[in-house]
């Protein structure tokens, strides 16, 4: 029913930036949070960043004033900048949502985009 298709992942110098993108698609009637979530090498998924329809924004306090999340229509971005050998780690995106004729949310995940940071 929902699709999520992640792109902008790669490998970076420390200090470079990074922008990715993950566009939702398919019978999408609201959706209430977009987000992205990444897990490091041996380390348990964490929330990266947030953004709710009405477009209040949440960071984890490691990427607060490097990332951006931002949203238009059924995109979620995410610019990462100033980038550390530490935000190496796969990079899910993951939206909330009701589809056409729902009546309750359901959460959907992307696939993972890796991010590489060298030093």
């Known amino acids: 029913q929902v699709q999520l298709v992640e792109s902008g992942g790669g490998l970076v110098q420390a200090g470079g930036s990074l922008r990715l993108s993950c566009a939702a698609s398919?019978?999408?009637?609201?959706?209430?949070?977009m987000a992205w979530h990444r897990q490091a090498p041996g380390k348990q998924r964490e929330l990266v960043a947030a953004?709710?329809?009405?477009?209040t924004t949440n960071y984890a306090d490691s990427v607060k004033g490097r990332f951006t999340i931002s949203r238009a229509k059924n995109t979620v971005y995410m610019e990462m900048s100033s980038l550390d050998t530490e935000d190496t780690a796969v990079y899910y995106c993951?939206?909330?949502?009701?589809?056409?004729?729902?009546?309750?949310?359901?959460?959907?995940w992307g696939q993972g985009t890796q991010v590489t940071v060298s030093s």
């Open positions: 993951a939206v909330t949502l009701k589809v056409t004729f729902g009546s309750r949310l359901t959460e959907y």
């Open positions: 398919g019978t999408i009637s609201s959706i209430n949070v």
């Open positions: 953004i709710a329809s009405g477009g």
